[in-house]
């Protein structure tokens, strides 16, 4: 079995794993997803131990597609352990999806050396979400994602550096944030999840390059 495999097994098993280690104050994830006063938000967290599987299973069968699911569980693992630290990502508005999406769609389309104009699109969305009533993006967004699209559009030579700024600017400020609470709050479970989340982005990013370079 390929190392990459392997890992992904154990990766997808740590997740499952630490689900149901404690997270924070005697509560585990499951405690977080069943009990926590999050609204209906509290049960996406049942997304990391079904992702967990889902990736150990792509492991197991050396599915092609597995470089994409490692990282798409590396975000959303992440995702939610900043939004249970921060308590503070707008999960009932749509922008908070359009932007997080972006900055997503940004990272797995370089990561899998997709073709450059495909990089327009997060930015695309970015500029019409923008000028939308009813959504709110911030303006520096919409500046970055309206560079990136055109950038990308002409496969100017910008376009990679723009579409890695995407993301950096959406996550840093919730990383800074979340660091210093998990370094004096966070439990064993917690720990176990957001390595496991960082592990299945770094290893999707290399089976994906892998399977490009073939």
Do not use: C
């Not at 999960?91 to 389309?109: P, T």
């Not at 840093?172 to 944030?177: F, G, S, Y």
């Amino acid at each position: 079995m390929k190392k990459q495999n392997i890992a992904l097994i154990v990766i997808g098993l740590a997740l499952i794993v630490g689900f149901f280690l404690e997270w924070m104050m005697r509560k585990s994830g499951l405690d977080v997803a069943l009990h926590s006063q999050m609204g209906w938000g509290r049960t996406l967290f049942f997304a990391i131990p079904m992702l967990g599987a889902v990736l150990a299973g792509v492991g197991l069968l050396d599915h092609k597609l597995r470089g994409g699911v490692a990282i798409l569980t590396g975000l959303v693992t992440l995702g939610l352990t900043i939004y249970l630290w921060t308590k503070a990502l707008p999960l009932d508005r749509i922008e908070f999806w359009i932007v997080v999406g972006a900055a997503a769609g940004s990272i797995y389309l370089i990561a899998t050396k997709a073709d450059t104009k495909l990089l327009a699109i997060p930015g695309a969305a970015l500029v019409v979400a923008y000028f939308v009533p009813t959504i709110t993006v911030p303006f520096a967004l919409m500046v970055i994602g309206a560079a990136l699209a055109i950038a990308g559009f002409s496969k100017h030579r910008t376009t990679h550096g723009l579409a890695l700024a995407l993301p950096i600017i959406v996550i840093a400020p919730l990383v800074q944030t979340t660091a210093l609470v998990f370094r004096y709050q966070a439990k064993l479970g917690m720990w176990v999840v957001a390595v496991a989340g960082i592990a299945a982005i770094a290893v999707g990013i290399a089976a994906a390059n892998k399977k490009t370079d073939s």
